[in-house]
């Protein structure tokens, strides 16, 4: 069955990074797009780009576009999304979300990231 | 950017119908979806492309989409339908806005 399962929780200190991995399995991967979307506690989900993981063309939100680095491997069928010059307000849960024409079916099972 | 808006809560007794609202300018132009969020849970899709149901979603939820707004309508309200709400679009520059959701109670 599909499955996106993500690496684990992570504490950062502000001004860090933080690389958060998520694995696809059940799939061919290369012929879908993973996005990233964060929800900070009791708050909405917010979205914050995604990765063609076939041709490797990517998408970043404005807010994020100077600080996130979405990559992906596809010998290991694993996408990346690295996070740098931490700051508090970064706290939330962060999950991967495999796109299925213009709607994410499968979800990861979120990362939380404490800064 | 495009923004959604959404009733932060809608509270409603069991076997009764609630309807969740998401607000766009011409939001009727685009394609809605909607996903269901328990707490300490990954969000699940319950409904795609305004009206769509996915397989194991109950045929007691649907969607439409028309004009400014965008309705789930969750008919004969359970227990388990308690949660978070929250409507997607794709904007036309390839970006993807969720509103800010709906916290449904059943009474």
């Known amino acids: 069955q599909v499955q996106l399962v993500q690496s684990g929780a992570e504490v950062k200190k502000p001004g860090a990074s933080v690389k958060v991995s998520c694995k696809a399995s059940g799939y061919t991967f290369n012929t879908y797009t993973i996005h990233w979307v964060r929800q900070a506690p009791g708050q909405r989900l917010e979205w914050m780009g995604w990765?063609?993981?076939?041709?490797?063309?990517?998408k970043y939100s404005q807010k994020f576009q100077d600080r996130l680095i979405i990559t992906r491997d596809t010998s290991t069928n694993t996408a990346y999304m690295e996070l740098r010059s931490l700051r508090s307000e970064d706290t939330a849960v962060y999950y991967c979300a495999r796109e299925v024409t213009l709607y994410f079916d499968r979800w990861g099972q979120g990362t939380l990231i404490t800064v | 950017s495009y923004v959604l808006t959404q009733p932060p809560s809608v509270s409603v007794a069991p076997g009764r119908t609630a309807r969740i609202t998401c607000g766009g300018n011409n939001l009727g132009s685009k394609h809605v979806h909607w996903y269901q969020q328990k707490p300490g849970q990954a969000p699940v899709v319950v409904m795609y492309y305004d009206s769509d149901r996915p397989s194991g979603i109950p045929e007691r939820l649907s969607g439409s989409n028309s004009g400014n707004t965008a309705t789930l309508t969750i008919s004969r309200v359970e227990a388990g339908d308690e949660a978070d709400y929250y409507c997607q679009v794709s904007d036309s520059s390839s970006d993807v806005v969720f509103g800010g959701g709906t916290k449904l109670t059943v009474l």
């Open positions: 990765i063609n993981a076939g041709e490797g063309n990517k």
